[in-house]
């Protein structure tokens, strides 16, 4: 396998966004009742994370099946590096309690789509879905 630095540079060679952000899978490490105690600090921070421009994207995610909510989430952060990164996933209130605990990777978005509709008069932005 490449060096992570070298597969960047071939994925902007050959014309691709290569857009470094970070994915964190964070998975509940205490019980149910202390993760949700905890849950208004941890969004609390999401929208300062949001606000300063660090927080991409975030939300729980389902289980394999589709059908149940297991508590598993996933931050999507930007960054200057790994290590920012991890400093954001580590003061998130759900890590820095020991309620989550999380594994963070680099991702290199490449393809994909977008579509937003902005109404400047009403001052309104909406994701297409």
């Known amino acids: 396998m490449p060096r992570w630095s070298d597969y960047t540079e071939t994925a902007r060679a050959r014309g691709s966004l290569a857009f470094e952000l970070y994915a964190v899978v964070s998975t509940p490490a205490a019980p149910p009742d202390v993760v949700k105690a905890i849950l208004p ?5 999401q929208a300062k994370q949001e606000a300063k421009g660090a927080l991409f994207l975030a ?3 389902s289980d394999e099946t589709g059908d149940m909510m297991e508590g598993v989430g996933l931050i999507i952060y930007r960054a200057a590096s790994l290590e920012a990164a991890r400093a954001l996933a580590d003061n998130d209130p759900m890590h820095a309690t020991g309620a989550r ?6 991702w290199l978005v490449n393809e994909g789509a977008l579509s937003l509709s902005v109404r400047l008069s009403a001052q309104e932005v909406r994701l297409d879905r």
């Not at 600090?41 to 921070?45: E, F, G, I, K, P």
Request: zero cysteines.
């Open 41 to 45: 600090d941890h969004l609390a921070y």
């Open 59 to 61: 939300g729980p995610m």
């Open 101 to 106: 605990s999380y594994t963070i990777r680099r």
